[in-house]
């Protein structure tokens, strides 16, 4: 989805402000239901306003629509840490409630796109018309999970509706080569081989659908990029750049990757409140 250069500097503009907010708040206070709420609703509809603005849609309207899409999200989100136990039908319910709730929200203010990542691919439908593109973070999250001596699950997969990997475990419980329990990349995670921990990575998986809808990629920053992949292929490099971002924050301010960026605030947050006892 494109994005005018005005657009792209108001939503980076507020992407970073609501990244200095919620890191700045880091060591003070817990991360709560006003955070996810600011995340899934407010960010989508401030968001959607500046989009309706330059488009000169009602912007009243728009917001209305973004916020009513991150709502639906953020009910997403509630359910990912528990389907681990869940059946495959909740598991692809909590999915389709994401992908059409990020859709709504991204399409605020604008033509409306339905827009659904599977696995390597993304699903849009548009016009009446729908198409299937691979997406370029999507086809190269999985390659690293295999070369790094993770093997495709492919019961899981189906079950989740995303690639889910399986790794052997070492005798402290990690994975083999990797020193964590679980990890995810992009929309795709891995873990061992009886799952444990896939309703954490389930959300990183939503995160990853979410940071889609905003105009942190590469795309935006390399000049001529979206002219060399085209219009066949889906550039969903947003996830990669927030957590890179969330990363180099954490070094250059002495706290941990694992643990005091929002992306794994949140995460954790959800489990605990969602999913007890923690597993």
């Known amino acids: 989805m494109q994005f005018p250069i005005f657009l792209q500097r108001s939503a980076l503009l507020l992407v970073a402000a609501l990244m200095i907010f919620t890191c700045s708040n880091a060591r003070v206070k817990a991360f709560g239901d006003r955070d996810v709420v600011m995340i899934n609703v407010a960010l989508p509809a401030a968001i959607a306003a500046v989009r309706a603005y330059h488009n000169g849609q009602n912007i009243e309207k728009a917001v209305l629509q973004a916020a009513f899409g991150g709502y639906i999200m953020y009910q997403g989100f509630k359910m990912a840490p528990t389907l ?3 059946s495959a039908l909740k598991a692809w319910q909590a999915k389709c409630m994401v992908n059409l709730g990020a859709s709504l929200a991204e399409s605020a203010g604008d033509k409306f796109v339905f827009r659904m990542d599977i696995g390597p691919v993304w699903l849009i439908a548009k016009d009446g018309d ?7 973070n999507a086809v190269v999250a999985p390659i690293i999970h295999l070369l790094e001596g993770s093997k495709l699950d492919f019961n899981r997969s189906f079950h989740y509706g995303t690639l889910a990997f399986k790794r052997s475990v070492t005798t402290d419980g990690t994975l083999n080569g990797s020193g ?64 890179g971002l969330q990363c180099a924050w954490a070094d250059s301010t002495g706290r941990s990757k694992d643990f005091d960026i929002p992306m794994e605030k949140e995460a954790y947050y959800l489990e605990q409140k969602y999913r007890q006892p923690w597993r």
């Open 130 to 136: 729908i198409r299937i593109k691979p997406a370029l």
């Open 84 to 86: 681990q136990e869940e």
């Open 180 to 243: 964590a329990l679980a990890y995810s990349n992009a929309n795709n995670f891995t873990t061992n081989k009886d799952g444990m921990h896939a309703g954490h990575e389930l959300v990183h998986t939503f995160q990853y659908r979410r940071d889609s809808m905003y105009p942190l990629r590469i795309g935006n920053f390399l000049k001529g990029f979206d002219e060399r992949i085209g219009d066949n292929w889906v550039d969903d490099t947003a996830w990669s750049m927030n957590w």
